[in-house]
């Protein structure tokens, strides 16, 4: 099987933090997911199909407003109408805010801050690529 995968790259905002200190809630690392499986999908059937399960969430690392994220999506297993896929997401630049309001850190290791695998469904009718 050819590789297919998909990368975003954004920043989280002040509107994205949910909680104090400007701390980004783990939900927000897996609606991103959500958006790349349906790349995916797209790429592979022509439709958006439907997210079916996660099988593994992680959320490894805080994520601030102001920090950059990285997400890798990469389908690793493809079935009649399902498709096994891996999630990863990295922070890439490090919001500083203890230097000051603006100041930001690019980081030269990225910090994994969550990963996930997950199964989607595009139903054969809906597929229009082969």
């Known amino acids: 099987m050819e590789k297919i995968s998909s990368t975003l790259r954004l920043r989280m905002s002040h509107k994205d933090a949910h909680y104090g200190g400007s701390l980004v809630d783990g939900a ?4 991103l997911f959500g958006d790349l499986a349906t790349e995916l999908l797209i790429k592979v059937d022509g439709d958006e199909g439907l997210f ?9 690392a805080p994520t601030y407003a102001g920090d950059y994220i990285e997400v890798y999506g990469e389908i690793t297993k493809m079935g009649n109408t399902s498709r096994t896929m891996t999630f990863e997401a990295k922070k890439v630049v490090a919001a500083r805010p203890d230097i000051s309001p603006s100041a930001a850190d690019s980081l030269e290791e990225p910090i994994v801050v969550a990963r996930a695998k997950g199964v989607c469904v595009t139903p054969k009718d809906s597929q229009r690529k082969k």
């Open 52 to 60: 079916l399960r996660y099988d593994e969430v992680e959320f490894l």
């Open 28 to 31: 927000h690392m897996v609606h």
